[in-house]
């Protein structure tokens, strides 16, 4: 049987349960808690003190968001070298596309700050993915199959 691979993953790494794998699935669920707790409490306080942030009160969701996604996606494709940074792209060129079709779509609101907020995320995303992958030792967990 011929081995499938494409520029996310391949058939090796959906088949291995390692402890990158695992960590990016625990980091999901950070970046998702931390995302909720900005929207219910960072988010109203900032509005209600009137309190300039340089807009990540307002780009809280998509800074956060976008971590979720890729970290999300990382732990269930286990993307492996560079496949990573190619979903990494795809996933936030995606989000900024999809802001930039706001105005054309019913009830969508085109903002600059989700931009930054969602290329803020990525950055971030990328830089602790390419720490982990250095000095965070992998190792094999689980492997399905043969």
């Given at each position: 049987m011929k081995k499938t691979s494409n520029i996310f993953t391949d058939e090796q790494a959906?088949?291995?349960?390692?402890?990158?794998?695992?960590?990016?699935?625990?980091?999901?669920?950070v970046f998702f808690l931390i995302t909720?707790?900005?929207?219910?409490?960072?988010?109203?306080y900032i509005y209600s003190n009137d309190i300039a942030d340089f807009g990540l009160a307002d780009s809280i969701g998509n800074l956060?968001?976008?971590?979720?996604?890729?970290f999300f996606s990382l732990a269930?494709?286990?993307?492996p070298g560079k496949k990573a940074i190619n979903l990494i792209l795809f996933l936030a060129g995606g989000y900024?596309?999809?802001?930039?079709?706001?105005?054309y779509l019913p009830k969508g609101v085109f903002d600059w700050l989700d931009i930054y907020g969602t290329l803020l995320g990525g950055i971030l995303s990328l830089i602790i993915i390419l720490f982990i992958r250095k000095f965070i030792p992998n190792k094999v967990l689980f492997q399905f199959g043969s």
């Open positions: 959906l088949k291995t349960i390692d402890f990158h794998r695992v960590l990016y699935m625990l980091l999901a669920v909720e707790i900005g929207r219910q409490v960072y988010r109203p956060g968001g976008i971590a979720v996604q890729i269930i494709l286990n993307s900024v596309l999809y802001e930039i079709l706001q105005p």
